[in-house]
Structure formats: C-alpha cells, structure tokens
C-alpha cells in the first residue's frame, strides 16, 4: 500500500478505533502507537519518496514533506503530553478555575478520536496537490478540531468554539471561493481540464503562462483571506486569541500545527501565482500581511494579562514573520521555512508549559502566577527558555531563522521592511519581557531585608506588581505524572537547541531546497 | 631650588601689598617664615576619628607640589624635567594633592571641613579648564608640547600676538587667584568657618602637619606664580639674568595679586563661576588669536 | 629558548589551550550546579576550577598580545539555511588579547570573591548553582565574543553574554529595583542587539559571507562604510553604556551582585568597545566626522558619567556611572584614533588607539577593585548607601585603603595607571592641538577642555565615594559594627591592585605592547608604528620619573615627620567642631551636600529634583531637605516616551472586543478593501 | 422557455431571497428563504446544461445539494430553534432597513467587481457574477449585523449558497465530483456542528444570542 495512503487511513481509522474503545488504558496506548508510527511513516517517506498516488491527489514535495514533518513530530509531542494529561483530568463534575460554577470534561474517547482525526484531516492538508482537496482537507481539520476545544464543557470554552467555529468556517468558504476564481482561471490551460486544480499543472511547464491574470489575482486575495483567516494573520486573526485562551494547551499545541496547514494552502496558491508572473502581486501582498500580523501582535503583546493569550498574539506574530520571509523571497524563503519550524516547536513547548503552568496556579492571569522559579524549577526553567525561543534569542534554532529573514530583506534592498521588521521584534520582545519573568520571580519584596529604596530608582515596569493583592500564591503539590509531563517540553527545547547549534547539513540542505520551490 | 625657600615669601608679599593699601603697616613680609618654624616645632593633636589618610593629606600635597615645582620652567628656562604633555603631569599632580586634602578634610568627620571639601572641589573643577585652555592656547601659540619649550618659544612669538600672550596670562592669573584661594575668590583671612573655602579644610591640621599644608599651599603659589610670570618679557641675555627677571616677575605677579586682593571684594559663593568662565573665554580668545 | 617552546605551542596547541581554559570555567559553573546541595564546597570547586581555567586561557592570550605568537584560530562545521560556505571559527588575535585580559582576569578572581560573597545566599542554594553557572558561562561567552570569527557565532555568543549577565543582575529577584533595573538592562540590549543584527547582515550582504576573514574585502571596494559605522556606534554603544545610551548601565551595575558588577562594568561593556574595534578593523578611510563623532560622544559620555557618578549615594551607583564615564573616555581615544586615520596622522592614530586600549584595560583593573571593595563595605554595611556607611576605614582598613587606592586610580591621579592612559589621551589631544592641519586644533582645544574637566569631576566623585564611604564617623549602626570580610575578598582586590600599580610602572612598555593591536585595528602594519613609539619614550620615561620622584619625595617627607614627631607630644582629641563638645556623626557632611555646589553648577543639564520642607513657625517642626538626580535620559525622555507608547497603544487594544460579528466584519473588510485595491 | 430567461429568473430569485434574508426578522422564515435560495440554486447547473451534469455522477451530485440544502439543513436549524425556543432576531445591529440598503449597495459593488473580471464564458449571464457576490454579501452582512446565533448560521449558509453561485458560474468544467462530494460533506458537517453548538449555546446561557459571547477579549 502506497505509504501516502497510510499516512492518512492509520489515524482515521485508529480515530474511529478509539471512538469504539472503552477503557481509556488502551486507547491511550493507541493514541501514542498511532503518533509513533505517523512519525516513522514520515520519516520513511522523507527517506525514500513515495511515488504520487492518483493524478495528484496524494504527493509528496518538500514543502509538503516539511509541513507534514512539523504536524507528524507536534502530534507526537502532544500525545506524550496526553497520556498523563488526560490521566490528571477527573471525570465528573469539577469546579471551573475562575469562575463558581461546575463542568464536565467530554468523554475521552471523543477527545482521542478526534484527536486522531484531526491528525488525519492536517495529513491530508500536507500530502494533497489538489487545492480543491486540500480546500477540504482544511475545512475538515476546523471540523475535528471543533470538538478539541469544547473538551472542558463551559461557557467560555463554547464561546471560543462558537467563535473558532464561525469566523473558521466563513474564511474557508472565501478560500473556497477563491479555488472557484482559480479554475475559473485556468479555462484556457491546456491541462486544465484533465486535472482541474491539481498543482503540477498549474505551475507547470507552459501551463502558468495561459492562467488568466485578473481572475488569478482575485484567487490569491480570496484565498488569502480564507486561509489566512485559519492561519491567523492580522487582520483575520481574531478568533485566535479568544479560542487559544480557551482551549486545553494540548489542542492549543495542535493548532500550531493547523496554523502551518493553513499557510501551506496559502503557499500553493502563492506558487501558482509565481508560476504565473504574478510574483510581485502576492508578494505585496504577503509582505503586507506579515508587517501588519506582527504590528497588531506588538500591540496586543504590551500589558497582556493572560498568559494563553499572550502565546495566541505570538503566534500571530510568527505567522506574519513566515508570510513576511516567504513575500520577500530571495534568501529570506528557506529562513522563513525555518522558522515555520522552530516557530512550531518553541510554541508546542510553551503551550505545554503554560498547560503545567494552568495545572499547578489554577489560573491564567499572569499577575496570578508568581514564585514559579522556586515552586516549580524545571517547569520555570522551561518557561523562561521557551521565552527565548520565541524571541528568537540564540542559541535557539528561532534566532538563525529571524536572522535569515532579516538577511534577505536587507539583500533585496527593502530598507524600511527591515526597519520595521526589527522594530517590531524588539517592541514584541518588549511586551513579553513584562511577563515571563515576573511569572518566574517571586513576589516582590517591599520593605526590608537588604538595602532600602535607592533614591532616583524607580521602576520603569508598569505596575501590574500593585494590581495583584499581596501574598504568593502557593501552588498546589505537583499532581500525578507531572514529570512525565514535563518530558514533551524537554524534548521539544532540546530540539530548538540542535536546531540552533548543530543543524544536520542535509537537513539545511532540505530547507533551501524547499526554499527554492517558492521564490 | 631657590622656589623651596623663596616660596614662604610670596604670601608676605600679597598681605604687604594689602596692608599698604589699607593704610596698615601689616605683618612683616617673612610673617610665614616664623609661622612656620614656630608651628614646625610644637606637637600635634589628631583627631580621634582620623585615620592615616589624615596624616597622608598634607604629605602626599606637599610631595605631589614638589614634584611639579620640577616640571615648572623659569620663564625662558627649561625645568628639571621636561619631556612632552609634561603639562599634563603638572596639572594632574596638583590634582592629586587636592584629592588626598579633600580625602583628609572628610577623614575628621567635621560638617566644617566636609563643605570646606566640597567647596574646593567644586572650585578645582572650575579653575581646571581654563588652567587648560590656557596651556593649551599657550602650547598653540609656541608649537610645543613641553613646558619648557613653550616658554622658551614664547619668547620669538611673532609681535601680534601679544594679545594673545595677555589674554592667556590673565586667564592663568585666575586660576592662580582660585586654585590658591585668594580674594576674590576666597578670603585667607576670614575668620567665620562658613564662609571659608580652603582653610575650612585644614582647621583640624596641628603642628607639623599644618607647617607642611601651609608651605605647600606658598609652594602652590610659587608654581601657578610661575606660570604666571614666565608669560613676562624677561631678559635673556644671560641665564642668572632671566632668572633673577623671572623672580622679580614672581614679585610682580604677588603684588599684582596683592592689590586685586585690597581692591576686589570677596564674591558671593553662587557667583562664583562667573570667573572661571570669564578666564576660560579668555584662554579660547586666545587661543584663537594664536590659531592665526 | 622561550621563543622555541612558544613555537612549538603554538602550532598544535594555543587554541587547545585556549579551549581547554574556557572549558574549565564552564566546567566550574557545572560543578556548581550539581553540587548545589553543598554550597560551600560548590563555591570551592567553582572558584578553583575558573581561576585554574582564566589562567590556562590567558596563556594564549598574552603570548598573542606583543605578537610573541601568530594569531592562533580554529574552524568547525555548522550547518544552517543560508550559512553558506564559510566555516564558522574562531581566531585570537592581538586585538581580541587585549581583551582578553580583563575577561579572564576579572572572571577567575571574581570566582574566587563570589565563592566567599555568595555565602550569606547559602540557604537560597538552588539559585546559587545556577547563578554560578550564568557567571561561568558570562566568562566564557565574553571570551568567545573576542574571538569570535563569524558574524552569526558573534551574534550568539554575545547575546549568551548578554542573557547570562542578565541572569546575574536579577540574581536578587525579589527586589523591585532589581526587577527594574532586570528589565531596563533586557530590554536596552535588545535594542542595541537589533542593530547589531542589522549590522552583521549588511555585512553578509556586501561581502556574501559571515566569515571576518573575507572583511577586509570591504576595505578596497565602495562600501556604505558610514552605516556600517554608526549601526556599530548604535549597537556596541548601548553595551559600552555611550550617552544616551547608558540607561541600563546605572541600573544593572548596582542590582547584580558585587563580582558580578565588576565583571560586568570591567570586562563586559568592553565587549562593546571590542565590537566597536572590530568593526572599525573592517573599514579602511573612516570620514574625519567619525572621529568628531566619537570624541563628541566620548566626550559627552565622559562627562555625563562623572557628574551623574557624583550626584550619586549609592556606592555602586557611583561606580556604575564613573563606567559610563570611563567608557566615554575610551570613546574618545578611539575617536582620536579615527581622527588620525582620516587624516594620516599615524601619531595621532596611535596615541588614540593605543590610549583607548589601555585605558579599557586600567578601567578593568580599578574598577573591578573597586566594585569588589565596594562589596565588601555593602556586604558589612548591608546597605548600598553612601549616607548608611562612613568610617568604614577604621573598621576595615585593608579594604578601606585598597578602595582609596582604586578611588585614586580612578580619578586619574599620578602615580597610578588611571592616568597613564589618561596621559596618552591628552597627547592625543596636544597632537592634535600641534597640527599644521587647522580643522583639528580647535575641536582638539574643546577635547582637551572637556578631558579636564571630566578628570576634576571624576576626581570629586571619587573623593566622595572614598571620603563620605570609609572616612569620617560611622552614619549608621551597622557601618558602627563593620568587619573586615576576610581573605576571600581581599585577595582578588589584592591582585587588582598591584595591577593598578604595575601598569602605569611598565608606562614605557606599552606602547610596544599595544602596536600589535592598533595593527589589527588600523590595518597598517605594526612596523610603521616603531617611530612613533620611539618618540613615545621621552613623555612616558618623563611620566615614571615624576612618579617615582613623587613617591620619592612622599616617602622623605613620611619619614622626616615620623622623625620630628618622635619626641614631640601627639594628642588625640576630638574633631573641631566650632566649640561643639559632642559632635555626633550625624552631623557630618553628607554625600548629598558633598556633591550639592557641582551639582548645582550643573541643574541645568543634571535637573536634580529637590524635596524641601522649610521650618516655619515659631516652634518649627523638624526640617527636611533631599535631594535626587535620576538620569536625566530615563527620567526626562525614555520614561515619558515608554509611558505615552503604552497608552497609546493600549487604546488599540479595544479593536480585540469580544463579539464575533465585529470579527467577521474585519474579515468582510479586509477583503473588500483588498478586492477593490488589488484587482 | 429560454435558457437565458430561466437563468436570469434564477437569478431574481436568488436576489429576491437575498432581500428577504435581510429584512425579515422571523428565523422561521429565515431558514425557510435559505432553503429556497439552495434549491434555486442547486438547479443552476441543470439549466446552464454543465457537461457534468450529463453524467450519473453529477446528476446524483445536484440532487444531494438539493437534499442537503432543501432538507437537511432546514431541518437541522428547525430542531436547533425548537431547542432554543427562539421565534425572532431581536434588534440587529444594524436595522432591517439599514441592512436592505447596504444590501443593495453591495449589489452595485458586485457589478463593479465583476467588471474587473472576464468571464471565462461569453454565454453566461453577466448577472451571475454580480448575484453571487451580493449573495455572499448578504451572507457576510447577515452574520455581522444579526444577533443570533441561529440567524449567523443562516448567514453562513447565504454566503455558501453565494459561493455555490460563483462556483456554477466560473468554473463550469467544475471540480472534480469527490472534491464536490468532499464540500459537500464538510459543509454539512460544519453546519451539524453548528447546530450542536448551538444547542450547548441555549442550554447552558439559556438564549442563543451571539453577541452575548463576550467573555472573552481584551
């Protein structure tokens, strides 16, 4: 059996396995088979490519190849992640957090099976050359997802499924339309009809040069929008942060993988306008779209309270930096393929984090969680690394990738958009800064002990050390299988570090190859 | 060498000069002669809060003053030692002194000689950059980097420039009438320890100790003087000839100071600055007047 | 005999050597962290094996210094998207041996100060491992960042300076002001770290490679020298903490703990310098405005630094400010030095470099021995303050006289080696007054009036810092009960100071020392330096001479009045005090009123802020007078701006607004806008 | 009668519906109008006479879209809405007559988009275009302006109906019929979860008002 097949049909079908399971011990243990032999089958297809399967429906390139690579190793991360995370979760009726009220958890064999199925549907995404098939392949994924986020059965989490679900399915019906515009472009290519949409013959030889530009140009914008809306570029991005706050960090992890999904729909079209001169046009655009993604993260980053959100708005932010590299081209292509990467791991890790972080502090105020570098050591020295990951401070692999970008825009000549891209870093890495350490610290001692009020020093943070009410927050003891918890994240910043510091020179390789396809 | 034992007299002078113009007859011109050797010959009194940095005050002063006395030209003369930015040296030595009499005066712990302390640091850092521009202007004007050289060039200066040479020796007798506490800068001879500068400082120096503050501070006088006075026309027909000329231009400068002394009125504190800047406008014009 | 064994290293081993030190260090802070359960025994091995290990890595470096060895480098692979084919590597060179010696000096003896320091934290023994980690690997990082070959390893070790530094400063948490003061210092580096980021790229981008073997390229080919210049000037300028760009300086110096500030102030700002150097060492023909540029903001700097370092009270405050002030002096060598260049004035050239060259060293040397002495008198006082101290002389005088040593040294004052490279910098600026070439007398005039000026200032700051912290009558309690800490911290200033008196005792070796270095710099070759350095030898044999005259002549006079004072009555009493019987400490100057008549000479620029109650009444309740000077760039600039940013963008924050028909209708929007713009 | 006339008859209707979509305030007749409006076009094809539709396959294709749109989803909202025991849209944000005008207004704007754009086939209406567009705008407006989470819903499925629309119009070769069948699957799919959603929606808040679900923002 073709192994592309396989990719797809194991999760599907262990989804539905784990729908019929009773007991949760072995569909755990599925759940963790299932995303082990999703990593093998993935590394065995990126070892020897398997051929395509159908008339494009399934194959496999490198920008598919990186894209699967990404959702193939986050889902193993969370699925390490779930098996202790599930097994903390009570069943029955539990009293919400912040609020006074009780919930109830949807039963676990829904959350694995869809799990599983979220997996298959983000698989099809990545192996799919026809864009009508990863049309569905996407919208499927906001689907399977839908019930992820609705795990914690309250109010808030159906207001973010309603959110997620709404503003999801309208962008997608966009993108559909734009798939609509993009055969309407090609009536005149010759090999238009024997495969409609299928990507090959888009950007193929002779094909590109007979699409029609307008109606090219109005499926570039629609498809834009559409999955730009699912991949949470500003101003499309909103239903991010309201969802991801909500969701349990496991899905929120997922969801990172989803976010790169929906880029991958963007940049099938982008090849397809590159194929067809329309280079410049997507260009623009996308370069647009990054500045503006990271401008509104900079700004939503400064004074955030809730640290969920926070990681949403970065994600956001990266997200912008991807589309900002890949609009540019030139060198920036593979930086920003890199960074689609290490942008994935740091942020699984910090979702992680940040889920022990919510397990230990019952909160996700930040002013709420202090004192976490001596309550919690491994899990604050996880936090604080993860927050400079994802500011792209070396060693970490984010730092080569920003660098690549920045290194491209500077070798196109475009000034200000470097300008602008380093500004909005710093101001971004600004706004952070008010958070992580403060979560790490302890309280802030105000009188005695050491020296007394220095004149002339005062202090420059804002003053969110007032708004909280005096006295630490004493977590609760660690629960059950926090260690095991605390494994994922381990293995995600280890592998930020090797990305950093000692990359395999075939995989550096594989990167510019990518690169190449798409500047 | 003639300076270690001609110092003592030039603050005789200045309080001859003084005494004749009020009318007085005034103590005689080697009064600190026999300050000295009386002071030299009784014990001392410490203070309980001192420590050897008391005692290093007035040492270090007195050697780091010598030390510059050999750095200091007699007019056209070269001086002992000389070799380039030797300027620099001599400046830096007085500094230094001053940082050790400052560090003695907070070692009693007195609030007297702490504001004594403070006052003379703020007036060193004012008389230090005109000091320098004057140099500096001077060292233009000779195209030299050396003491010596310079006064010895300032001699062939061309004959426009005296301007120039005037300007740079008014903006040096500032900083001689500051750096040594003089009218109208400060009154040696005030008796209210608020309105003192330098001798807050040394109100709790006895003995021998005040014997060595007292001859360094004629010896600072001596040097600044110097300065001053090499700036003169002296005559160069003959070494004994130009420095019996550059005594007599020490004279001179002490009388000069003498009659600003009974002319002037002590200025208020607050307006202190005003002089300082005056001779650092001075030394740039000059300067300037060298430059073309 | 000494050159064969020198040879024969040097071919297989000095970068070995070199690893192997910087290793140890590592390994120290290792040891550390996994013997945290015994501190004690942690800081031991700590200390041992940095010391064991700065020494190894020295080795290298100052055979390298005078040239006594090739520059020594090594290569490894490593592979990214873009990193082209250039191997990344490092190379010692004389430049990056001048540099060396603060790093490795000030890491391994600050070590052995932070093993005894660090023990009042003993109980808080999870963060000391980690702390001793961060000071091990800030060690090696700084020595990686001087040798570093390759613009993206110079990026990522000099942001694990800057994060392990940070670390460090933060190392007491707890504390607001360190909280701040955290924050302030990340948050300035990030920013001077983006135009560094900036700078490597158009360095990549011109050269197409990452390698600093291939810069010399830009040297003979048009190049857009000027940016590369002042994005450099931008980026190592925060980190050498240049005016404006200080903010972080004052308050991250005094938050750390005590080695750690003399690391920091010692060796790492300069890094900055450092990374300036190399840059310079890339371009060839600077622009005479570079160098105006740089003595404008060297000066500015200098002066800034030294009156701020006086309007300080707190101790390590001070010192933070006199680094600013030091480093302004630095600049202003350099930009002497880039003067020259411009100009072809090779003596000119050299005197800057070289000056700035040794004065980073001589600043290293003072202020690591004073940082550390000012550890000790806080870790006895427990208070930074300056009012909270007071006769600490008395209470511990090795300390006491070390600091007043260092104090001395970093006024500037003769016979110390603040002013042997002081004096390079005046030379400079009489060279440049003795010119034929008119456009340099005149600024040169200003130079040296504002070098004067800061040496008077830096001179009162000093004085206040050694009178009103050692001398005088205890102000407080515990300044009352102060100790001496024991060997453990007196030792490395020990070392700290001999260095500060061998410097200025070598004055005429230097010169040949630091050819080699401004070689690299300059590009020329050292050859062309031997005349000026022949004509060097007359002001610093003149400059020894003084010295040891002086200290000739302090001595005679010493003994003299030992002798004279022998037979003679020696009473003690207590101070004058216009008749009061009782004085009482509190009523001795304070380091507010010390500072107060320069501080007013200066308001307009300082704007000291005054808190004054007046008596009033006929039974007047009692008075009150303060008065503070905040930096007047934080305070009256950067604070307002970061305020009304904040404001302003949290107003934004309400396009985030809850409902999901306003975020379909920014979808709607978009889409219209882009249909009607694009299509 | 003229393939033409019947085309362009569609597409009054589609427009007619669309206008009753924005002014009514019943959801009843909400759901009632996007269920003609998918049926109405669910034959666009038959009279266009794609090729696709010649086959079993695509005839089978437009008689699921029928099914889907005339029956299931109607049916599926009416069982939401007899949930949430729900009869009006109260107070939209923008009234009902608002709402016409800016409907119409995007009508006119369709026009000019469609201007912009050639049809790949000179013997389609060149109202089709236009049509569509204002169809998905009223979808878009609908769910904007509506409080309602049901009326939303509504509003999704008038901006699907729209695309479909467009779809039928451009790209007359179609998509291949799996793909077709894959839309179709997850536009169900999509609107089922919806429907359960709001199901959660009414039981736990007791109403079914969107713009109630504001708990979260910044």
């Known amino acids: ?519 | 060498m003639a300076g270690l034992a001609l110092a003592p007299l030039l603050p005789g002078l200045i309080n001859r000069v003084k005494a004749l113009a009020a009318g007085r007859r005034g103590p005689p011109t080697t009064q600190l002669y026999r300050d000295l050797w009386k002071l030299l010959r009784k014990g001392v009194v410490y203070s309980a809060t001192t420590t050897w940095v008391f005692r290093a005050g007035p040492r270090l002063g007195l050697a780091a003053t010598l030390t510059a006395l050999t750095l200091m030209p007699w007019g056209p003369l070269p001086a002992l030692l000389t070799f380039p930015g030797d300027m620099v040296v001599l400046v830096y030595l007085l500094g230094l002194g001053r940082f050790f009499t400052v560090l003695a005066a907070l070692d009693t712990g007195s609030s007297f000689e702490g504001m004594g302390a403070s006052r003379e640091a703020c007036l060193a850092a004012l008389a230090e950059v005109p000091l320098f521009l004057a140099l500096a202007a001077l060292a233009r004007g000779a195209d030299a980097m050396a003491l010596s050289p310079i006064y010895a060039g300032l001699a062939h200066l061309p004959a426009g420039t005296t301007a120039g040479l005037f300007l740079a020796g008014a903006a040096l007798l500032v900083v001689y009438l500051t750096e040594n506490a003089r009218i109208p800068i400060d009154d040696p001879n005030t008796h209210l320890e608020l309105t003192m500068i330098h001798e807050v400082m040394i109100l709790d120096h006895s003995g021998p100790e005040l014997v060595l503050l007292e001859y360094g501070g004629a010896l600072k006088l001596w040097l600044l003087g110097g300065l001053v006075a090499g700036l003169l026309p002296l005559p160069a027909s003959a070494a004994w000839a130009t420095a019996l000329g550059f005594l007599a231009a020490q004279a001179a400068v002490a009388l000069l100071a003498g009659l600003i002394e009974s002319t002037l009125a002590r200025i208020r504190l607050v307006r202190l600055p005003q002089l300082p800047l005056a001779a650092a406008a001075f030394a740039l014009l000059a300067f300037v007047l060298f430059l073309t | 005999m000494f050159h064969l064994v020198v040879f024969r290293l040097g071919m297989f081993g000095f970068m070995t050597l070199f690893l192997t030190g910087l290793g140890l260090i590592v390994a120290g802070g290792l040891a550390a962290l996994l013997l945290e359960q015994w501190p004690e025994r942690a800081g031991t091995v700590a200390a041992i094996l940095m010391v064991t290990g700065a020494a190894v890595a020295a080795v290298p470096a100052l055979l390298v210094l005078p040239g006594l060895s090739a520059p020594v480098s090594c290569h490894w692979n490593w592979a990214f998207p873009g990193a082209g084919l250039d191997q990344p590597g490092l190379r010692l060179d004389p430049l990056s041996a001048i540099f060396l010696l603060p790093v490795l000096t000030l890491t391994g003896l600050g070590a052995v100060y932070g093993r005894t320091y660090w023990r009042p934290w003993h109980h808080r023994h999870e963060a000391l491992g980690l702390a001793w980690l961060s000071y091990g690997l800030l060690g090696v990082a700084m020595a990686l960042v001087a040798t570093a070959s390759h613009g993206v390893v110079f990026l990522v070790v000099w942001e694990l300076m800057t994060l392990t530094s940070w670390f460090l400063v933060t190392f007491e948490n707890e504390k607001p002001a360190v909280r701040s003061a955290g924050w302030l210092y990340l948050v300035a580096s990030h920013i001077g770290n983006a135009c560094l980021l900036a700078l490597f790229c158009l360095l990549a981008r011109n050269t197409g490679s990452w390698d600093f073997s291939a810069y010399p390229w830009l040297r003979t080919h048009t190049v857009p020298a000027a940016a590369f210049f002042l994005l450099a000037l931008a980026g190592f300028g925060v980190k050498a903490g240049l005016a404006p760009l200080h903010v972080w300086l004052p308050e991250a110096h005094p938050a750390a703990p005590s080695h750690v500030s003399a690391v920091m102030s010692g060796a790492m700002i300069a890094m900055g310098i450092y990374g300036l150097l190399r840059i310079l060492s890339f371009l060839d023909h600077p622009a005479p405005w570079w160098g105006w540029l740089m003595i404008g903001l060297g000066l500015g700097s200098a002066l800034f630094g030294a009156l701020l370092s006086l309007a300080q009270s707190d101790l390590k405050r001070l010192l933070a400010y006199s680094s600013v002030e030091n480093m302004g002096l630095v600049a202003t060598g350099i930009g002497f030095g880039l003067l020259g260049q411009a100009t072809h004035q090779p003596a000119l050239l050299f005197l800057g470099y070289a000056g700035a060259l040794l004065h980073v060293l001589n600043h290293a040397l003072f202020k690591g021995l004073l940082f550390f002495a000012a550890g000790a008198a806080v870790h006895a006082v427990g208070s930074r303050s300056l009012e909270a101290m007071g006769g600490l002389l008395r209470r511990m005088p090795e300390t006491g006289a070390l600091f007043i040593l260092g104090a001395a040294a970093a006024a500037g004052l003769p016979p110390l080696n603040g002013f042997t490279s002081e004096f390079f910098l005046y030379l400079a600026g009489f060279r440049g007054l003795t010119t034929a070439q008119t456009g340099i007398q005149a600024p040169a005039l200003i130079a040296l009036a504002g070098l004067a000026l800061t040496g008077v200032l830096a001179g009162a700051a000093m004085a206040k810092a050694a009178g009103v912290g050692f001398l005088g009558e205890p102000r407080s309690e515990a300044a009352a009960n102060a100790h001496e800490p024991g060997l453990g911290l007196f030792l490395p200033m020990l070392v700290l100071a001999l260095g500060c008196l061998a410097v200025p005792v070598l004055a005429t070796f230097w010169p040949w020392l630091l050819a080699p270095a401004t070689a690299e710099i300059t590009g020329m070759p050292v050859d062309a330096f031997t005349d000026i350095i022949n004509h060097l030898q007359p002001p610093l044999a003149g400059l020894t001479t003084a010295g040891v005259l002086l200290l000739l002549v302090a001595g005679w006079i010493t003994l003299r009045m030992r002798y004279l004072l022998k037979p003679r009555p020696v009473r003690r009493a207590a101070t004058w005090t216009c008749g009061y019987l009782q004085p009482t400490p509190r009523m001795q100057y304070t380091a507010g009123s010390f500072a107060q008549p320069m501080i007013t000479l200066f308001r307009g620029l300082l704007r000291p802020r005054y808190q004054i109650t007046r008596p009033a009444g006929l039974f007047p309740a009692p008075a009150a007078f303060a008065c503070a000077t905040p930096d007047v760039v934080r305070e009256h600039y950067l604070r307002p701006l970061f305020h009304a940013l904040r404001e302003r963008l949290a107003v934004l924050r309400a396009f985030q607004e809850g409902h999901v028909q306003v975020y379909i209708l920014y979808i709607t929007l978009t889409l219209l806008i882009l249909l009607l713009w694009k299509l | 009668m003229n393939t033409f006339l019947t085309f362009d008859l569609l597409l009054v209707l589609l427009v007619l519906t669309n206008l009753l979509l924005l002014v009514s305030s019943r959801l009843v007749t909400c759901i009632r109008t996007v269920a003609a409006q998918g049926v109405a076009l669910a034959l666009l094809p038959l009279v266009l006479g794609h090729d696709q539709v010649a086959t079993i396959a695509g005839a089978l294709l437009a008689l699921t879209v029928v099914l889907l749109k005339g029956a299931v989803f109607p049916w599926l909202l009416f069982r939401a809405l007899r949930v949430a025991h729900v009869k009006r849209e109260i107070e939209p944000y923008v009234s009902y007559t608002v709402s016409l005008l800016i409907g119409i207004l995007t009508l006119f704007a369709g026009y000019g988009i469609a201007a912009r754009l050639p049809l790949p086939d000179p013997g389609i209406s060149p109202h089709l275009v236009p049509v569509a567009i204002f169809t998905m705008m009223t979808g878009l407006l609908l769910l904007i302006t509506r409080r309602k989470a049901l009326t939303q819903v509504v509003g999704y499925l008038a901006l699907e109906n729209g695309i479909y629309t467009f779809g039928v119009a451009v790209a007359r070769d179609g998509s291949p019929w799996l793909v077709e069948l894959g839309v179709l699957l997850d536009i169900f799919v999509a609107v089922f979860v919806m429907g359960i959603a709001i199901f959660h929606i009414s039981r736990e808040f007791d109403h079914i008002d969107a713009d109630q679900l504001t708990a979260l923002k910044d």
């Open chain 1, 1 to 519: 059996m073709n192994l592309l097949l396989l990719l797809i049909l194991i999760p599907a079908a262990a989804g539905l396995a784990a729908f019929a399971i009773g007991p949760d011990r072995p569909r755990r243990i599925l759940l963790l088979a299932t995303a082990a032999l999703h990593v093998f089958i993935t590394g065995t297809a990126a070892w020897h490519r398997p051929p395509p399967l159908g008339n494009g429906w399934l194959a496999l390139d490198d920008l598919g190849l990186l894209f699967l690579a990404i959702t193939s190793l986050l889902f193993l991360a969370a699925a390490l992640y779930a098996v202790p995370y599930l097994a903390h979760e009570k069943p029955g009726a539990q009293a919400d957090r912040t609020e006074p009220f009780l919930f109830v958890n949807a039963p676990e064999a829904t959350f694995t099976g869809c799990l599983l199925f979220f997996l298959a549907t983000m698989t099809l995404v990545c192996l799919t050359q026809r864009l009508g098939l990863l049309w569905v392949g996407l919208e499927a994924t906001t689907l399977t997802s839908a019930p992820l986020i609705y795990y914690h059965r309250h109010h808030r989490s159906l207001e973010a499924l309603w959110k997620y679900l709404v503003i999801c399915s309208v962008g997608i019906a966009l993108a559909l339309l734009g798939n609509f515009c993009l055969s309407a472009a090609t009536v005149q290519t010759p090999g238009g009809a024997a495969a409609p949409l299928a990507l090959y013959g888009l950007i193929g030889q002779g094909h590109a040069g007979a699409l029609q530009p307008a109606w090219l140009k109005a499926a570039f914008i629609f498809i834009l929008v559409g999955y730009g809306t699912k991949a949470g570029l500003a101003p499309l991005h909103a239903w991010m942060p309201d969802t991801y706050s909500e969701a349990p960090a496991l899905v929120a992890l997922l969801s990172g993988a989803l976010l790169n999904c929906a880029l991958l729909g963007i940049l099938r079209a982008f090849q397809v306008c590159l194929a067809a001169d329309l280079g410049a046009f997507a260009r623009d655009l996308l370069v647009l779209f990054g500045l503006f993604s990271m401008a509104v993260a900079a700004v939503f980053l400064l004074r955030q309270r809730n640290y969920p959100r926070m990681l949403a708005y970065s994600s956001i932010e990266h997200m912008g930096i991807i589309t900002l590299g890949v609009g540019l081209g030139g060198i920036a292509t593979a930086g920003a393929l890199f960074h689609a990467l290490n942008h994935s791991l740091a942020k699984a890790m910090l979702f992680l984090v940040a889920g022990n972080i919510l397990t230990l502090y019952q909160t996700k105020e930040i002013a709420a969680v202090r004192g976490l570098g001596r309550a919690a050591p491994v899990t604050a020295a996880l936090w604080l690394a993860g927050f400079f990951a994802i500011t792209g401070a070396p060693p970490f692999a984010t730092f080569l990738s920003e660098l690549q970008i920045l290194l491209g825009a500077l070798s196109l000549d475009r000034w200000g958009v470097a300008a602008l891209y380093l500004g909005l870093l710093a101001a971004i890495f600004i706004g952070m800064l008010d958070v992580f350490p403060r979560m790490v610290w302890p309280d802030p001692v105000r009188r005695g002990g050491g020296a007394p009020p220095v004149a002339g020093t005062l202090n420059f943070e804002p003053s969110a050390d007032t708004a909280v009410p005096d006295g630490s927050p004493t977590p609760p003891p660690e629960p059950r299988h926090y260690a095991w918890r605390l494994l994922p994240p381990c293995l995600l910043a280890a592998a930020l570090l090797v990305l950093g510091l000692a990359m395999p020179p075939a995989l550096a390789q594989f990167f510019e190859r990518c690169g190449m396809l798409i500047r």
